[in-house]
C-alpha cells in the first residue's frame, strides 16, 4: 500500500536519477489495470492520466474510486492525473474527484488572462496538496490536427521563466518539437530551446505526444531535465493490433477473453515505454 503522490517527489527523484516518469492515458478497465500491470512488473512509478477529451468513454465520477483503490494498493507509486482540462470549471471537479496533479491546457487565452487563471488554479490545487501542470507552446494542436510544429508554436524560453516565477505552476509541458497523434518521429526536438527552458525556469518540465520522439531524443531531453512524458498514440496502436491479432485467430470470439488482450496489449505496450524512459526499477 502506497499513498497517492502527486507529481513532484516522482519528478523530483526522476530528475535526480536521469529518468523520466510515464504519463499514459486511461480511458477504461482495461487500459488501467494494463497500465498498472506495466508498472508492477517492471517496479516502475506511474502516472495514471484521464484527459478531459476522453471523459466521454468513462463516468469520471464512478471511476475514479477504482482508479484511486488501484493507486493506493498499487506497490509502487501512483500519480493520478487529470490531463488537459480545458476549463476552470473542470479543474475544480478534477479537484473534487480526487486526483493529485492537474494540468491546464488555455494557450487560446491572452498572456495576462492564462497568468491569472493559472494562479488561481494553482493556489486551489497546493491548498489540498495537488500539483500542477499547464503547456507552453501548443502541444495540442489547433483543431486537432497533426503534423510538424512551426515556429511559432514552441515554447518561448523568456515566456517560460516569466510564466513560472508568476503562477507557481510545478510542471511545464513544453512545446519543442512533439505533438499529440504523432506516431513516427517525423520531427524532431528542438534541444537548444529545451536546454534554454531549462535554465531559465524552476519548474519541471514535461514533454508530451511521447509516441512520436525517437529514442535518441527522448534521451537527450532526460539528459537536459524533462523528467515526465506523455504518451497515449502508441499504447492505443498496439492495443488495437493485439485485439486484430486475437480477433484474426479466433473464430469465436469470447469478448471477456478479448478484453484481457486488450489489458495485455496495454501492458506490453507501456513496459516498452517504461524501458525508454528509464524509469523500470525506481519504484
Ligand atoms: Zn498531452
Given amino acids: 500500500m502506497t ?4 507529481l513532484t517527489p516522482l519528478l523530483k527523484d526522476a530528475k535526480a536519477a536521469g529518468y523520466a516518469v510515464g504519463s499514459f492515458n486511461v480511458f477504461n478497465m482495461e487500459s488501467l489495470l494494463g497500465f498498472i500491470d506495466a508498472a508492477v512488473e517492471t517496479q516502475s512509478p506511474l502516472v495514471v492520466a484521464i484527459a478531459e477529451s476522453h471523459l466521454p468513454y468513462l463516468d469520471l465520477e464512478s471511476f475514479m474510486p477504482m482508479a484511486l483503490e488501484l493507486a493506493r494498493r ?10 488537459h482540462a480545458r476549463s476552470l470549471q473542470i479543474i475544480e471537479r478534477a479537484l473534487h474527484a480526487g486526483f493529485s496533479s492537474v494540468m491546464c491546457d488555455g494557450y487560446q487565452l491572452p498572456y495576462e488572462t492564462r497568468v491569472e487563471e493559472t494562479r488561481l488554479v494553482v493556489r486551489l490545487a497546493h491548498a489540498i496538496g495537488v500539483s500542477v501542470e499547464t503547456e507552453l507552446g501548443h502541444v495540442v494542436r489547433l483543431g486537432g490536427s497533426e503534423g510538424v510544429l512551426e515556429s511559432g508554436e514552441l515554447a518561448d524560453p523568456a515566456v517560460a521563466h516569466d510564466f513560472v516565477q508568476r503562477t507557481g505552476v510545478d510542471v511545464l509541458a513544453v512545446a519543442v518539437g512533439s505533438t499529440h497523434s504523432m506516431t513516427a518521429p ?21 514533454l508530451h505526444g511521447g509516441s512520436g520522439i525517437s529514442v535518441s531524443h527522448l534521451r537527450a531531453a532526460i539528459g537536459i531535465g524533462v523528467s515526465k512524458v506523455s504518451v497515449f498514440t502508441k499504447l492505443a496502436n498496439t492495443a488495437l493490433t493485439q485485439a486484430r491479432k486475437y480477433l484474426d485467430k479466433h473464430e469465436d470470439v469470447n469478448l471477456p477473453d478479448m478484453c484481457l488482450e486488450i489489458r495485455g496489449g496495454f501492458r506490453t505496450a507501456v513496459v516498452e515505454q517504461i524501458e525508454r524512459l528509464g524509469s523500470a526499477g525506481h519504484a
Fill in 3 to 6: 499513498l497517492l503522490s502527486n
Fill in 74 to 83: 498499487a506497490p509502487m507509486p501512483v500519480a493520478l492525473h487529470f490531463d
Fill in 186 to 206: 517525423e520531427a524532431g526536438l528542438d534541444l537548444e530551446r529545451l536546454k534554454q527552458i531549462a535554465q531559465s525556469s524552476d519548474s519541471y518540465l514535461s
